[in-house]
């Protein structure tokens, strides 16, 4: 079927018309011919909502046991930095899928070619980064809010504002990454050296400044002199600012639930207006600079390749010396397509630097004396939202390498490498990957909060015997419902095989970190409410032996499973 553009002044209504058409299309394929992919992602969001109200009903309940106001400073503080950080989530995120829909898809090219305004293409193409971007938002947003409306008991207007606070905050970030985007691709150095040397110096800047606050925080930490709920109540200052969004989200909802409707009312009008001014900017940049920066990339390729190892490479191989040369080359190989893609090393980086800077906050929370904020608590939360991350990173980097492997396989087949090392060299590369950054995290994060020696080393192992079995899972699995029909990595993931694995992958997890950390936490949380009397039972160390075996598993069967089903392949 072929689309005939509409004159200049119908091409916002013939875009509408089209999405409108894509998505009742969609649906009616994904019902008659994909129902199980379907409902198993209803099913994940479903449990992820479920969850989320279910910590944030635990917690807020602590507060109430520990006769914290619930619509006090505190409580204002952590609503702050929840929108403040959520936020930077979704500049980070919706530049990444902003970046790879104007500039990497092949519908972005074709369209650039036909009459439509580069304003009106930038529209479609962010409102679909938006939606694809937000829905965690809003699936982590909308319990925690339900179970503190619960809990503090609020009138019923705070539930009718609470999506439209949402889906109005999500325009704030959105517009600032997609204007911040075009931006950076017009006009960032295209030279290797002055990016990077840009890259660094911004960098530096944030770390340096999140070192400082750390070492500050450390320094009050260790000199007690009665103002620690002070201290904690001031680390939120910048987040309070008149100027912060993320605070008139805030002052809204708390004026929601004092039953102040003209105050709540007030601070959403500020969040649209200011949104939609910013969306508004954005476009009026894309009308200007998205075509010319659209040619700076397809034509900024160099002249010259240059084949040589970078210093990654070679740290990367020495991270696999164990392995023979020619593993050691193919794990060199997938590791540098996947450091030449900036949309999947960003995600991880931005990641690991909000779950380090939520680590040093939940350090002043505990210092503060809250009986609500327990150390074990708030490391099991970081244990999970760690062990989360690893599984949605190598679902959408490792899970399609042997997909994409597909079209271009004859040239492996002329190497002198059997199907299994290309096999085991993919599951090496997602192992290693995974125990340098998730146990750094874990490490590091457990460190900040001040969780004893005994938990940090659990929780190392826990993650050990996760990163192993998700990268078994998601190689074997990758190699066993392969999809070699599609060249983009992300409608691999979100296809059956890539749903099915997601879903197991998330099991996986639930029955590892229930067997082998949850008996401790819940052993220590009561011990801290008994005032802590009493000794640990060793038994909460049983299920370490479980989750073992468990991991063994999810690493051996998918991974033989993985391994027949590709040297039975012909490609």
């Not at 704030?172 to 040397?197: H, I, T």
């Not at 605070?247 to 949104?275: C, E, I, K, Y």
């Not at 419902?481 to 890539?498: A, C, M, Q, R, Y």
Request: proline share 4%; with cysteine.
């Amino acid at each position: 079927m072929t689309t005939t553009l509409a004159p200049v002044a119908d091409q916002a209504s013939t875009f509408r018309s089209l999405r409108t058409r894509l998505f009742r299309n969609g649906l009616r394929v994904a019902l008659e011919h994909g129902r199980t992919r379907l409902f198993t992602m209803l099913f994940t969001s479903v449990f992820v909502f479920v969850f989320t109200l279910g910590v944030g009903f635990y917690l807020f309940n602590q507060l109430a046991k520990a006769n914290i106001p619930f619509k006090g400073a505190i409580v204002e503080g952590l609503f702050d930095l929840l929108f403040f950080t959520l936020g930077t989530m979704l500049v980070f995120s919706t530049g990444l899928i902003l970046y790879a829909s104007l500039f990497t898809s092949p519908e972005a090219r074709f369209l650039l070619c036909s009459p439509a305004r580069a304003d009106r293409i930038f529209a479609t193409k962010f409102q679909a980064a938006v939606a694809f971007s937000s829905w965690g938002f809003v699936i982590l947003g909308i319990p925690i809010f339900l179970a503190y409306g619960i809990v503090s008991g609020v009138p019923w207007y705070f539930y009718a504002l609470l999506p439209a606070y949402l889906l109005g905050y999500v325009l704030l970030p959105g517009s600032v990454s997609a204007a911040l985007c075009l931006l950076l691709v017009r006009y960032l150095p295209q030279n290797k050296r002055q990016f990077f040397a840009v890259v660094g110096v911004i960098a530096a800047i944030v770390i340096g400044f999140w070192l400082y606050k750390v070492g500050i925080s450390l320094k009050r930490t260790a000199v007690t002199g009665g103002k620690e709920l002070d201290d904690l109540i001031g680390q939120f200052d910048l987040f309070r600012s008149g100027f912060a969004p993320s605070h008139w989200m805030t002052r809204g909802v708390m004026a929601a639930a004092r039953n102040d409707l003209s105050g709540a009312l007030v601070p959403l009008a500020q969040v649209w207006s200011n949104g939609l001014l910013l969306y508004v900017v954005a476009a009026w940049i894309a009308k200007r600079v998205y075509r010319t920066a659209y040619d700076r990339i397809a034509g900024g390729g160099r002249g010259k390749k240059i084949y040589k190892t970078s210093w990654l490479d070679r740290i990367m191989e020495s991270l696999v010396f164990y392995l023979d040369k020619r593993t050691r080359t193919l794990v060199v190989k997938d590791f540098r397509t996947f450091r030449r893609d900036p949309t999947q090393w960003a995600v991880l980086i931005l990641f690991g630097m909000l779950m380090l800077f939520g680590a040093s906050n939940f350090r002043q929370y505990y210092s503060a004396g809250l009986a609500v904020m327990d150390r074990y608590a708030l490391s099991l939360m970081n244990l999970c939202g760690t062990a989360i991350l690893l599984c949605a990173g190598l679902s959408r980097f490792m899970f399609p390498l042997i997909s994409l492997e597909g079209r271009k396989f004859w040239i492996l087949g002329l190497t002198p490498v059997s199907r299994d090392q290309l096999l085991w060299g993919k599951f090496v590369f997602a192992l290693t990957g995974s125990l340098v950054i998730a146990e750094g995290l874990i490490v590091v994060s457990d460190v900040l909060i001040g969780l004893p020696w005994d938990g940090v080393l659990l929780h190392a192992a826990v993650m050990a015997v996760v990163a192993v079995g998700l990268s078994g899972l998601n190689v074997g699995l990758g190699a066993y419902l392969p999809n070699f029909k599609e060249t983009d990595p992300s409608k691999i993931v979100v296809g059956f095989g890539g749903t099915v694995n997601m879903v197991v992958g998330l099991g996986f997890l639930v029955m590892v970190i229930g067997t082998m950390a949850v008996p401790l936490h819940t052993a220590q949380i009561a011990k801290g409410m008994r005032g802590g009397e009493g000794a640990i039972n060793p038994w909460v160390y049983a299920g370490v032996p479980v989750g073992l075996l468990v991991g063994a598993l999810a690493v051996v069967l998918p991974l033989r499973a993985g391994a027949r089903s590709l040297r039975a392949m012909e490609f």
